[in-house]
């Protein structure tokens, strides 16, 4: 079923991503990683490497003939997470963890490289590595690797991400918008504290507080289209330091996803109005930011048509997953306001393994036998487009 030459390298892909998995490191400060790949490609034949950003690297790699240039993107961070998994090979830093398989996303666009570099005489165009750091903190790597130009003249392209959802060896693919925009807001109430057995000389944030996260749950339910996807989470509540005290201020703080372009455009000013209305009746006072994250990664119909034939060709039918939007944000979004891409889950979860925990999470476990699947589809993805 596989390419022989996959097959081949599979041993040393796996070796690449255990290596990577017990030497994790946190969004920008992925150093060793940066070193571990430039090391690693660096006798690549073919290969021009180069670190644009502080952490993060870029190998290109031209092929024989003119074409068009395409880009596929890994991302190389790791998460502030205690790993609590028994693996030989878990990770030696503690309070870190790769637990979103970007060590597989790296050995598998390493493996790519190589493989494609011994195709470079067929090769019509330029194909552009970049494997990506800081994926997981605002405002991202990809918007520093696209500052830094890398993504200058680069026509389409390309993303993956491991995932647990679905069975390994499947395809998750949507046309449109696939994964959700990713905000922030942070509120603070400012009321009058004081004594516990004397409420009616304070102005009392804590219930304040409450009436504002009960009713920022209406925003979705009443203020939004129902078959709009969207949501509203408060994550973080912060107040007081003492059981009969009342305090003086509460903070708030939390997460908005929405996929349509106007929702996200009107949602700070709904929320901030609710804010409002609930302080003043109370008679409080309130501060409240709205940060904007990672916008929502769409894919082109063309290229996703493309890569569900692929996929369809490379594997069978039975591989393509049709999935519904996802909610997790991601930086590859970026990329696409210079040019059209697409970005496929690939199934890594397997039950008789063990590996059906979710990503972020102590106990992550990945299907290693997904990885000779995202090579090999990496490698035939290039060929297709610059042959």
């Known amino acids: 079923m596989f390419l022989p ?18 030497k994790p490191e946190l969004s920008f400060q992925e150093r060793q990683t940066t070193d571990y790949i430039l090391e690693q490609l660096g006798d690549v034949p073919g290969l021009e490497l180069t670190t644009p950003t502080k952490t993060g690297v870029v190998a290109t790699l031209k092929g024989a003939q003119p074409g068009r240039v395409i880009a596929l993107r890994a991302d190389i961070d790791a998460l502030p997470i205690q790993e609590e998994t028994d693996l030989l090979f878990a990770s030696e830093t503690d309070g870190v963890m790769h637990a979103c398989g970007h060590d597989g996303h790296t ?14 005489e067929q ?24 500052k830094a130009g890398v993504i200058r003249g680069v026509s389409e392209i390309y993303g993956m991400h491991l995932s647990s959802s ?9 046309s449109g918008a696939l994964t959700s925009a990713t905000d922030r807001f942070d509120i603070k109430i400012i009321g009058k504290g004081g004594h516990s057995a004397f ?3 304070c102005i009392d944030p804590v219930v304040t507080a409450a009436q504002t996260i009960v009713a920022l749950q209406t925003v979705v339910a009443r203020k939004i289209k129902a078959i709009e996807p969207a949501v509203i989470s408060v994550c973080m509540l912060q107040a007081g330091q003492a059981y009969n005290i009342i305090p003086g201020e509460v903070s708030l703080t939390g997460s908005t996803r929405t996929f ?15 804010v409002k209305g609930i302080c003043e009746s109370a008679g409080a006072m309130y501060e409240f930011q709205f940060t904007r994250g990672y916008a929502s990664v769409t894919n082109d119909q063309v290229l996703t048509d493309n890569g569900r034939q692929l996929i369809q060709r490379t594997f069978g039918k039975p591989a393509v997953l049709e999935i519904d939007p996802l909610m997790p944000g991601e930086d590859f979004s970026a990329f696409l306001d210079f040019c059209p891409g697409f970005f496929v889950e690939l199934g890594a979860r397997n039950e008789k393994e063990g590996c059906i925990v ?30």
Not at 107 to 120: P, T
Not at 125 to 140: I, K, M, N, S, T
């Open 199 to 201: 409420p009616e000389t």
């Open 260 to 274: 349509d372009r106007k929702t996200r455009e009107e949602l700070p000013s709904t929320l901030e109005q609710i």
């Open 358 to 387: 979710p990503h972020h999470n102590s106990k992550y476990l990945m299907d290693e036998a997904a990885l000779r699947y995202g090579a090999e589809y990496l490698y035939e993805l290039v060929q297709d487009r610059l042959s």
């Open 5 to 22: 030459e996959v097959l081949e390298i599979e041993g040393k892909m796996i070796a690449w991503r255990r290596h990577l998995h017990k």
């Open 166 to 174: 679905f069975p390994t060896g499947t395809f998750g693919v949507r």
């Open 123 to 146: 090769l019509h165009g330029e194909v552009r590595f970049l494997f990506q750091h800081a994926e997981e903190l605002p405002p991202g790597g990809a918007e520093e690797m696209v």
């Open 107 to 120: 050995a598998m666009q390493m493996a790519a490289a190589v493989l494609l570099s011994q195709k470079r």
